[in-house]
DNA sequence: GTCTATAGGCAGATAGAC
DNA sequence: GTCTATCTGCCTATAGAC
């Protein structure tokens, strides 16, 4: 069991996730094999097996760790600031942070194999998606409230619309490794948001 | 050799790139096969080989016809329509119909799994979306001239943002199987362009 | 929990007949 | 140009020893 002090090392469950996290991340789901896991683990594939009886079982703990790490940040963001424009920019911070690490957003890259998918990672990806814009609506409705963000549709459309920019910032800004292309998007994200004086 | 009257059929290579485009697009490029082809076809994966020596060499040839189908397409657009904010709604009007045969942009796809891709393949995506990014800015600069469109930030991260607004917008929506969430995008970004009377 | 060994399938690719 | 036949390699997955 994880104690305190515990950051760098982790259970066998917990490496293999970071493992498969990562390369999922830049490379794509189906993209990635249990024996890159292990080797760069330094275990056999038949060990994963053990701790996750197929691909698609790991598949699915990979996105429920993922959403569950998020959902906090999300948490963290919603404790430490208070306007909403303040949380708007920390959102739009995260998937900076993503990028910098040479990554993708895990969900995006899955929706882009959405078809190939197993069912059940389907309505994880799916679910996550949602859940980024359950948590901008209610954010795009405080904006409101307290006069630091500014827009014109509908709240729910614009929720969609902040979390497909920012996909779609990183999908493109990757092939250039450029991250000034990412902060481009951003900025001019958060212009169309910005309440006019 | 391919005659009038000759739409449906087309030779074989054409026919191979036709079938292979779609997987692609639906699927992505390592999550389709030479056997995926072959049965749609019905010919054998040997005759495959034949047309294109190997995947990679296939997997260039389709961004080419790709990117040289979509090049005529805006060169179509310059043609017929008169104002920039015109061009600029059939060219989001590209997008959406790609969206509506249930298929993902192609290098938008192929912009997930980049890393895994060969270097050829790689320049070719890039080269796409460049050109794409050309003729947006091009665009924009008219906009500006013949006074149908606005916006605050320099030209070419304008184009950059338009870009990877409809990538991002066509990879979110996809998963949802909602065109409508496309057109929410499209008119969110549309909206920001327009001149203020 | 981790290992060795191996099964069974599908991938991309080639040789050579027709 | 298209075929049959085959190769090699990697994939996910399992059995069973330790």
Redesign the interface.
Known sequence: MAVAGDKTQGGTAERILDSAERLVQ???F??FSYADVAAELGITKASLHYHFPGKAELGEALITRYAERFSEALDRIDHDLPTARARLEAYAELYAGVLRGER?CMC??L??????LPGAM?AE??RF?DENQRWLAQLLTAGQADNTLSF??PVD??A??I???????M??????GDLA?FD??R??LL??LTVTR
Chains 1, 2 share one sequence.
């Open positions: 830049t490379r794509g189906s993209n993708m995006g890259v929706a882009a194999e959405y078809e190939t389907r990806v799916v998606f014109t549709g459309e614009t969609q619309n979390l497909s920019t920012l996909e779609g910032a999908l493109v800004a990757r092939p250039y292309r481009g998007a900025r001019a212009a169309g």
